[in-house]
């Protein structure tokens, strides 16, 4: 097991890539502390981890509120020990599905505002945290649009960018203290949600099928598929394993070849 008897925390563990990434952290060994505000989908995800043999411990949280951050660590401190491992995947509220010339500057502004808020809030609490006690990974996700600007996402793209830089400081900050900062660059997983839903209404508008519709986004990727949620989870486990020592202040591309680097 690749994250044996680390204690992780999944920030956003009620949500469709916070959910994947908790329950391939407790496959992998973790014992997973879930924090995010939707109990309900907390319950789900932990249920399910348990139901495999893993361990799981929920709690709710807005990461928004940094004393409630401070809070809620110091209590898997004491239940738990240090904590290793971190992810974010806490929404941002998307925006997209108009040109920025008819949005609202405040909208815009607004998956920005949170997103830097959140990663702020907690990617500063745990980095300390863990530099106090022998490092650390701290890991998180983005999506191609952070390199690849496209029409009609709004401020969601721009989001992804300052994410990542923001990732890239907070590595090379805590890099002295045996803390490793890394992100996953996804392409935007057909069995999220979101994402599906959006192509499910893109099938029924030009009378395809799902697999058809997967079929036309993947036509120009090398592996002529988009990258599914477990397969960006288990880049997440690798970039939070020891197998990544070497790692920080960088990505694993997961974009099944979209984006080459």
């Known amino acids: 097991m690749l994250l044996n008897n680390k204690t992780a925390i999944v920030y956003g563990g009620s949500g469709a890539v916070g959910g994947a990434v908790a329950k391939a952290y407790a496959r992998e060994g973790a014992r997973v502390f ?69 949005m609202a500057f405040e909208r815009m502004m607004e998956p920005i505002r949170l997103s830097m808020l959140s990663w702020f809030n907690t990617g500063t609490v745990v980095a300390r945290h863990m530099g106090e006690n022998g490092g650390g990974a701290i890991v998180g996700i983005t999506a191609n649009v952070a390199r690849w600007p496209v029409a009609y996402v709004g401020g969601f793209g721009i989001a992804c960018a300052a994410v990542e830089n923001f990732l890239r400081q907070l590595g090379i900050e805590e890099g002295p203290q045996g803390v490793r900062v890394c992100w996953v660059r996804s392409p935007g997983s057909p069995d999220a949600p979101g994402v599906r839903e959006a192509w499910q209404l893109r099938a029924d508008e030009k009378g395809m099928t799902f697999d058809e519709v997967h079929q036309e986004f993947a036509k120009d990727t090398p592996l002529r598929r988009i990258t599914a949620l477990a397969q960006v989870a288990d880049a997440a486990v690798l970039l939070s394993s020891d197998l990544a020592a070497g790692m920080t202040a960088t990505l694993a591309n997961a974009t099944g070849g979209a984006q080459v680097d």
């Open 34 to 102: 879930l924090a995010a505000r939707n109990r309900a989908g907390l319950e789900a995800v932990a249920g399910e981890i348990t139901a495999a043999g893993g361990r799981a411990e929920i709690a709710t949280l807005d990461v928004m509120d940094r004393l409630s951050v401070d809070a809620h660590l110091a209590d898997v401190v004491a239940k738990a020990g240090p904590v290793k491992l971190m992810f974010n995947g806490v929404s941002w509220a998307d925006t997209q599905g108009e040109l920025l010339g008819d």
